[in-house]
T-cell receptor, first 114, second 112 residues
Framework: NAGVTQTPKFQVLKTGQSMTLQCAQD?????MSWYRQDPGMGLRLIHY???????DQGEVPNGYNVSRSTTEDFPLRLLSAAPSQTSVYFC?????????????FGPGTRLTVL | DAKTTQPNSMESNEEEPVHLPCNHS???????IHWYRQLPSQGPEYVIH???SNVNNRMASLAIAEDRKSSTLILHRATLRDAAVYYC?????????????FGTGTRLKVLA
């Protein structure tokens, strides 16, 4: 298993540009989520999904869209990038959405918005 | 959402045990207690989780208070590779509906 993969590893955008961060998992996990981590801070939940076709907002959803058309993929779209979105983005998945299952994290995407 | 409270930082000497505390006084009956750690420049990794009883695995032990309002992650012999930020998280249907909410965690420094 490749686990949770994220692309790209690094990205630089200009203010106002849009882009999609890719996340995929090959473990047939129901639950997937996106977090952002600003320098020296903990992780904040952006959006999550409990299965294909079902998504919901986390703590900081503004400026981001998600979709879940397949079990494997959970892309995060930045609609109009702003410098405040400069951060490291982590995707994670777990087998189910209940309390017992551990989350597996991807290696992260480091995004800089100029 | 149920919250957790952890000390900002702790220090330990190498090869000594480390006890990392976490308070979660608003925990509900169905919330699991999860611990993750994040090494520098990496994504978080799972350490251990439990519901009511103490738990052991190859990485650590988790001691849960009888009233479940606090827990302690125990690293039996700290190594330099254990230097990381440790997060205590509640996860369950009543703690925000399927969400993991990370706090600021405890930064563990291991001294050689």
């Amino acid at each position: 298993n490749a686990g949770v993969t994220q692309t790209p590893k690094f990205q630089v955008l200009k203010t106002g540009q849009s882009m999609t961060l890719q996340c995929a998992q090959d473990m047939n996990h129901e639950y997937m989520s996106w977090y952002r981590q600003d320098p020296g801070m903990g992780l904040r939940l952006i959006h999550y999904s409990v299965g294909a076709g079902i998504t919901d907002q986390g703590e900081v959803p503004n400026g981001y869209n998600v979709s879940r058309s397949t079990t494997e993929d959970f892309p995060l779209r930045l609609l109009s990038a702003a410098p405040s979105q400069t951060s490291v983005y982590f995707c994670a998945s777990s087998l189910a959405s209940g309390g017992r299952d551990e989350q597996f994290f991807g290696p992260g995407t480091r995004l800089t918005v100029l | 959402d149920a919250k957790t409270t952890q000390p900002n930082s702790m220090e330990s000497n190498e090869e000594e045990p480390v006890h990392l505390p976490c308070n979660h006084s608003t925990i509900s009956g169905t919330d699991y207690i999860h611990w993750y750690r994040q090494l520098p420049s990496q994504g978080p990794e799972y350490v251990i989780h439990g519901l009511t009883s103490n738990v052991n695995n190859r990485m650590a032990s988790l001691a849960i208070a009888e009233d479940r309002k606090s827990s302690t992650l125990i690293l039996h012999r700290a190594t330099l590779r254990d230097a990381a930020v440790y997060y205590c998280i509640l996860r369950g249907r009543t703690s925000g509906t399927y969400k993991y909410i990370f706090g600021t965690g405890t930064r563990l420094k291991v001294l050689a």
